[in-house]
C-alpha cells in the first residue's frame, strides 16, 4: 500500500483538481493572517496541496517544527513565515515528485519571505521511521501533520516516533481523517479509497487508544467536520461509514492522568498571545476569555503550565485536595456535527 500511495501522490495526482473526493481538501475558515500568509506561497507549491485541516497553533516564533507528509511544501512554507528566521521547519516525506516541488522553491520563498537565510529544509523518509533520519530525541517543540496519517501503514510507529522527538512540554497538532467504525479489510485494500485519504482512516475510538498507548494520554479535539463524498461511484462502496475531518493536538507531558481530574485549579488568561488578545480557542471544549478566572482540571492545567503556554497565563490552586473527576468529563462521542459550540462559555471534556 505504501507504493500506491507514493504512485498515487507522485504520478496520479497532479493537483487538488484530480482528487476523485473532497475528503483531502481543507474547508475551515482561514484568519487573515494565514490568508497574507498564503498570498505569498508559489501557485505550483498551492496546487499540489492535499491536506484536510488548518495546522496553525498558537505561539510559533522560534520554534522548531516537523511537519509529517509535508508533499510539495505548503504548510511549511507558511509555518516558516511565522516562526521567522530564528526558528526552523523540516519537511519529511516520502514521494519523489512532491519533495521535488518542495526543493525547488526554498529560495523563492525565502525571497518572498525577506529572509536572508532558509529556514526550511526537506528530507526523504517514512514517518513511521524518523529515527533512520536521525532525528534525536526531544527534538523538536511542534510536530504537524495534515492528511497524512490516515496513508500511513503503521499508525502506531507513526505517533511513538512522534512522542520521542518532541521535547517535554511540547505538542503534536494535527489534521486527519477518521471513520466512525472500523473499515472493512476489503476496503481498506483498495489503492483509490485509500489514496484518497478515506479507507486508512482509523475508527476515532481505536485513535484515542492509540494516542494513549504511545503515551499521548489525553487527546484534545481543537475542531471537526462531517465529510460530504461527492462521488457517486466512490459513496456506493463506502458511503455507509461517515468519515470526519479533525484536528487534534496531543502534548508530551509524562504522567498525564488518563481521566479529567479535578483538583480545585484555574487559569487567568492574561490575553499576551498574539492574535488571541480576546479569547484563546485552546480546544473545542476550553474557550478562555482573557481576564476571567476559569476553573481547569489537572490536565489542562499541566497543558498549560508545563508548556510553551505558560507565561501568558496566571496559575490559581494547589493539588493538595482532589475532588474526584472534573465535572463534565465522560466517554462521549468527540465528533459533535449537530451542536454549535458556544463560544463564550468554557468547559472541560
Known amino acids: 500500500m505504501r507504493d500506491a500511495v507514493k504512485d498515487y501522490y507522485g504520478k496520479v495526482l497532479q493537483g487538488s483538481h484530480d482528487l476523485q473526493t473532497n475528503a483531502c481538501c481543507t474547508d475551515t475558515a482561514m484568519p487573515d493572517f494565514v490568508k497574507q500568509g498564503l498570498s505569498k506561497i508559489h501557485d505550483e507549491v498551492a496546487r499540489r496541496y492535499y491536506g484536510c485541516g488548518l495546522v496553525m497553533p498558537q ?17 511549511c512554507f507558511l509555518l516558516s513565515q511565522l516562526v521567522g528566521e530564528q526558528g526552523h521547519v523540516l519537511g519529511v516525506d516520502m514521494t519523489d515528485e512532491q519533495l521535488a516541488v518542495a526543493n525547488s522553491y526554498i529560495g523563492y520563498h525565502m525571497e518572498q519571505f525577506g ?10 523518509g517514512y514517518i513511521e521511521r524518523l529515527d533512520e533520519l536521525g532525528l534525536a530525541d526531544d527534538s523538536f517543540d511542534i510536530i504537524i501533520s495534515n492528511c497524512v496519517i490516515n496513508l500511513s501503514p503503521d499508525k502506531e510507529a507513526v505517533l511513538r516516533e512522534a512522542y520521542r522527538i518532541l521535547k517535554p512540554g511540547g505538542e503534536m497538532y494535527f489534521s486527519d481523517v477518521y471513520a466512525d467504525r472500523r473499515v472493512p479489510e476489503e476496503l481498506a485494500r483498495d489503492p483509490e479509497l485509500y489514496g484518497e485519504c478515506l479507507s486508512g482512516a482509523l475508527y476515532w475510538n481505536d485513535f484515542l487508544n492509540l494516542a494513549r498507548k504511545t503515551g499521548f494520554n489525553d487527546p ?6 462531517q465529510l460530504v463524498i461527492d462521488n457517486s461511484a466512490v459513496e456506493q462502496r463506502i458511503g455507509h461509514i461517515d468519515f470526519f475531518s479533525a484536528t487534534y493536538r496531543l502534548f508530551k507531558l509524562p504522567g498525564l492522568e488518563f481521566h479529567c481530574e479535578d483538583y480545585g485549579q484555574a487559569v487567568i488568561y492574561r490575553g499576551s498571545i498574539p ?21 481547569v482540571c489537572g490536565n489542562t492545567y499541566r497543558m498549560l503550565r508545563e508548556s510553551r503556554f505558560a507565561e501568558h497565563f496566571e496559575f490559581l490552586g494547589s493539588w493538595d485536595t482532589h475532588y474526584g473527576i472534573f465535572n463534565g468529563c465522560g466517554t462521549v462521542l468527540p465528533f459533535d456535527t449537530e451542536t454549535a459550540r458556544d463560544e463564550n462559555v468554557g468547559s472541560c471534556c
Open 59 to 75: 505561539l510559533l516564533e522560534g520554534m522548531r517544527i516537523l511537519d509529517l507528509g509535508s508533499g510539495s511544501g505548503r504548510d
Open 275 to 295: 492574535r488571541h488578545e480576546k479569547v484563546l480557542l485552546f480546544d473545542k471544549h476550553h474557550v478562555i476569555e482573557r481576564g476571567r478566572v476559569f476553573p
Open 220 to 225: 484534545r479535539l481543537v475542531e471537526d467536520r
Open 115 to 124: 529572509f536572508s537565510k532558509p529556514n526550511v529544509e526537506f528530507r526523504k
